[in-house]
């Protein structure tokens, strides 16, 4: 059984939200979540919520198809965040110039599964 959950354009840079899924990639789904809930980068907010999301789209899966559901087996086997649209904005400079600012923002997805299906994905790389 897979589960997935996605947050898109997120006011977070890639590069930062990157550092944080890196530490949790791999790892049992719950243990994730407590790791993200004591971090300090604030892309671990983010990250967090959208695993906890990807749980809970597990949970809907498999009461819905009348499967036994243990969040406790759930593991991330998919994890990555992608660079979504740049804001542009303009901040006034000396002498009358403007200086660009790119505001980046990023789209977050997790897939949770069983230990069956991380083995595989680790196989597949």
Known sequence: MEAKAQAKYVRCTPMKARRVVDVVRG???????????FAPQA?????????ESAIANARYQ?????????????FITE???????????????????????????SHITVVVGDKADAQKQEGAR
């Open 62 to 74: 498999a009461e819905r198809d009348g499967e036994r559901f243990d969040e406790n087996d759930l």
């Open 27 to 37: 790892k049992r789904a719950v243990d994730a979540v407590g790791v993200l809930r």
């Open 79 to 105: 994890v990555y965040a992608d660079e979504g649209p740049t804001l542009k904005r303009f901040r006034p400079r000396a002498q009358g110039r403007a200086g660009r600012i790119l505001k980046r923002t």
């Open 43 to 51: 892309a671990a907010v983010p990250v967090r919520k959208v695993i």
